[in-house]
């Protein structure tokens, strides 16, 4: 039997410190406990205990660009960033739009051990926005798929969109969209307004995202289906979503915590690192998505970790792919933004860093209370100590972080799976 002893954490951050008992990947015991024989102790000094993170949304480049990213990378990433679950997106090469590539990523997650990979599928054959894959048979085969996006795209014709919708409903599965109107995007570099007019870049309006997310409202609506909307990152889509929850429209979003810091000052450096899809919006979007995720209209953080090649990246703007990593930074990110604003205590990030992740995502065990008889994914977090960002140092193969120097709050210092110290003090173990 594997045997853990968490003492002296503060559950959710709250009330004096407790011990932790973990056995055989159940929580048994919460209180003053003595140290069992053989058990591996975790002295955590009075540090903050949440359930471990769940990522909606997650680029891991396998297959295709293990070069930039593997499941195996990916998930020490992710376990070192406090994640217990990560949804790997389907835009790989090949696409994962049908059962045989998403079974193959579910297991070569359960091989690397540190993470639960769940594969996303793709809404529609090689991610075209022709026809639509096979939903059916991915939501059954060995992964359960449970989540369908063509992230990366869009699925911008609203038949297909209303068709996947409604099959969505009768599956119990959820799609994920990319809200980008591409009519209104043919060759935008950042976010049109002041700064990309001035440096004369071609811009990507608010309205190509806002556009989209209303229509999906009224189709998810008409349609009595679940609708996700992706890296929400105007403050006009956060309007739409309250909107459309006030009407009771069964939608959940998710905001990137690129989108909750930065804005497009940040095109001034003219540093491919910033550029990203949706762009960087301005400060007054930026200061509405946090209180939309206080207040719930946004649900939850998800990544949008994106590794790219230094090829990809280290070039001329207009060349270089959109996207920049987040796993190891989405906590930090979390803390400066939103904790330390006030905006949010512990129990609201473990809201929405695992409980709604994992409920939109249909995980039963993740995001779970942490009480005794629920599963041991947790998260053990100092949330004081400062680090500095070196994107060389991080467990993944690309360095793409947009947070390079920066000197940020919390430290993950250990990560359970299960039970299992998946990561410990900054390294992975095993
Ligand atoms: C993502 C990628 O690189 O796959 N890039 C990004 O800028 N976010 C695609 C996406 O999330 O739309
Ligand atoms: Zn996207
Ligand atoms: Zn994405």
């Known amino acids: 039997m594997t045997i853990v002893l968490i003492k002296g954490a503060r559950p959710y951050g709250e009330g004096d410190p407790v011990d932790v008992l973990v056995e055989d990947g159940v929580i048994t015991d919460i209180g003053s406990i003595d140290t069992p024989d053989n058990a591996e102790v975790i002295e955590a000094g009075g540090q903050v205990l949440l359930p471990g993170f769940v990522d909606l949304h997650t680029h891991l480049r396998e297959p295709g ?42 297991r070569r997650g359960q091989e690397a051990g540190l993470v639960d990979v769940h594969p996303v599928g793709a809404v529609t054959v ?17 992964a359960k798929v449970k989540v369908f996006s063509d992230d990366g795209l869009c699925v911008a014709d609203p038949l297909l969109m209303r068709r996947a919708l409604e099959y969505s409903t009768a599956l119990g599965v959820v799609i994920a ?35 989209i997310v209303a229509r999906d409202c009224l189709l998810a609506e008409h349609a009595n289906a ?12 956060a309007d739409i979503l309250k909107w459309a929850k006030e009407r009771g429209t069964k939608v959940s979003a998710e905001v ?56 990809d990246k280290d070039c001329e703007w207009n060349s270089a792919r959109p996207g920049m990593l987040g796993l190891q930074t989405a906590l930090s990110i979390v803390i400066e933004t939103m904790v330390r604003t006030g905006l949010l205590d512990w129990r609201g990030v473990a809201r929405v860093m695992s409980e709604r992740p994992a409920e939109i995502g249909n995980l039963t065990d993740h995001g779970r209370p942490i009480e005794v008889g629920e599963p041991a994914n947790l998260a053990l977090v100092d949330p004081e100590t400062e680090w ?18 920066m000197r940020l709050p919390g430290v993950v210092t250990a990560t359970l799976l299960r039970g299992r110290i998946t990561a410990r003090e900054g390294k992975i173990t095993q």
């Open 177 to 211: 969209q990319h809200a980008e109107e591409p009519r209104l995007t043919v060759g935008a570099q950042a976010h049109e307004g002041e700064q990309a007019a001035r440096l004369g870049y071609t811009g990507w309006p608010a309205s190509a995202e806002e556009s």
């Open 226 to 237: 679940r609708l996700h909307v992706c890296h929400v990152s105007t403050s006009g889509t």
């Open 126 to 142: 090689g991610l075209k926005g022709e026809k639509l894959a096979e939903l059916g048979t991915m939501a059954k085969s060995e």
């Open 65 to 106: 660009r293990e070069d930039t990213e593997t499941i195996a990378t990916g998930s020490a990433a992710a376990a070192l960033g406090g994640y217990t679950a990560v949804f790997a997106m389907a835009n790989t090469d090949p696409v994962a739009d049908n059962a045989v590539i998403v079974d193959h990523v579910w």
């Open 256 to 311: 990137t915590p690129h989108h909750l810091l930065l804005t497009d000052e940040r095109l001034s450096t003219y540093d491919p690192v910033n550029k990203v899809n949706p762009p960087l919006r301005t400060e007054s979007d930026a200061v509405k998505l946090r209180s939309a995720l206080a207040e719930g209209v946004i649900d939850c953080v998800a990544t949008d970790h994106a590794p790219h090649a230094v090829q």
């Open 388 to 405: 500095t960002v070196r994107g060389a140092e991080f467990a993944s193969i690309a360095a793409n972080t947009p947070y390079e120097g």
